[in-house]
């Protein structure tokens, strides 16, 4: 199983971060659920949500009222934004198979860096 | 909301047992997962459900977790095992996955 991110490296204060993560050698439609992992420069790992091919998704408290998690089942990818970023966004965004509803990662994307800066 | 607290850093010499803690309220009562992170790589799965290791991770990886602390242990430590490592639980109170604060693994 692969998991590839992409998307841009740079995104201005107060816009919109877009993330897309391509899996290759499994279908995001089987029983397993996707998520996002972000880590800021030198920092821990911090959860922003996960989803399933159901429709259910979960996300951290504190990004909720600026995230969506979303699924493309046609380019079996599924896919992040996020709204009004600040420099505190800026982090190495991977994502992530998972084996059931929060549980353990056993898949992770290479990771892509994401800055915040005008 | 519900924390996880690990070393900064944890020292060991080669060929010797490291032991890299993760405390949490009643954390005995979760299933804690457990991430190798090597400078510039992705973390990659080294124990889930508490003390299953992953695929291809050697037998001188082994945890426990009990009371308020998991712990992971590392036989025999190596030069290659040098890492961030990291634990995860999933936090049922608010529906969300939590992360402790990562410990540096020295081997020296």
């Known amino acids: 199983v692969q998991l590839q991110?992409?998307?841009?490296?740079?995104?201005?204060?107060?816009?919109?971060?877009?993330?897309?993560?391509?899996?290759?050698?499994?279908?995001?439609?089987?029983?397993?659920w996707w998520s996002w992992v972000r880590q800021p420069p030198g920092k821990a790992l911090e959860w922003i949500g996960e989803i399933h091919h159901s429709g259910s998704v979960n996300y951290t408290p504190s990004l909720k009222t600026r995230v969506?998690?979303?699924?493309?089942?046609?380019?079996?990818?599924?896919?992040?934004?996020l709204t009004s970023v600040t420099a505190a966004d800026t982090a190495t965004y991977y994502c992530t198979r998972?084996?059931?509803s929060g549980s353990y990662m056993d898949y992770w994307g290479q990771g892509t860096l994401v800055t915040v800066s005008s | 909301s519900y924390v996880l607290t690990q070393p900064p850093?944890?020292?060991?010499?080669?060929?010797?047992?490291?032991?890299?803690?993760?405390?949490?309220?009643?954390?005995?009562?979760?299933?804690?997962?457990?991430?190798?992170?090597?400078?510039?790589?992705?973390?990659?799965?080294?124990?889930?459900y508490d003390d299953e290791r992953a695929s291809g991770i050697p037998e001188r990886f082994s945890a426990s977790n009990s009371g308020d602390t998991a712990t992971l242990t590392i036989s025999r430590a190596e030069?290659?095992?040098?890492?961030?490592?990291?634990?995860?639980?999933?936090?049922?109170?608010?529906?969300?996955?939590?992360?402790?604060?990562?410990?540096?693994?020295?081997?020296?």
């Not at chain 1, 998690?69 to 079996?76: L, T, V, Y």
């Not at chain 2, 060991?12 to 991430?35: E, F, L, M, R």
């Not at chain 2, 890492?83 to 969300?96: E, L, M, P």
Request: with cysteine; charged share 15%; aromatic share 8%.
């Open chain 1, 5 to 32: 991110e992409s998307g841009p490296g740079l995104v201005k204060p107060s816009g919109t971060l877009s993330l897309s993560c391509a899996v290759s050698s499994d279908s995001i439609n089987n029983n397993f």
């Open chain 1, 68 to 81: 969506t998690i979303s699924m493309d089942q046609s380019k079996n990818q599924f896919l992040l934004r």
């Open chain 1, 98 to 100: 998972v084996f059931s």
């Open chain 2, 9 to 48: 850093s944890v020292s060991v010499a080669p060929g010797k047992t490291a032991a890299i803690t993760c405390g949490g309220i009643n954390i005995g009562s979760k299933g804690v997962h457990w991430y190798q992170q090597k400078p510039g790589q992705s973390p990659v799965l080294v124990i889930y």
């Open chain 2, 79 to 108: 030069a290659g095992d040098e890492a961030d490592y990291h634990c995860q639980v999933w936090d049922s109170g608010v529906d969300r996955v939590v992360f402790g604060g990562g410990t540096k693994l020295t081997v020296l």
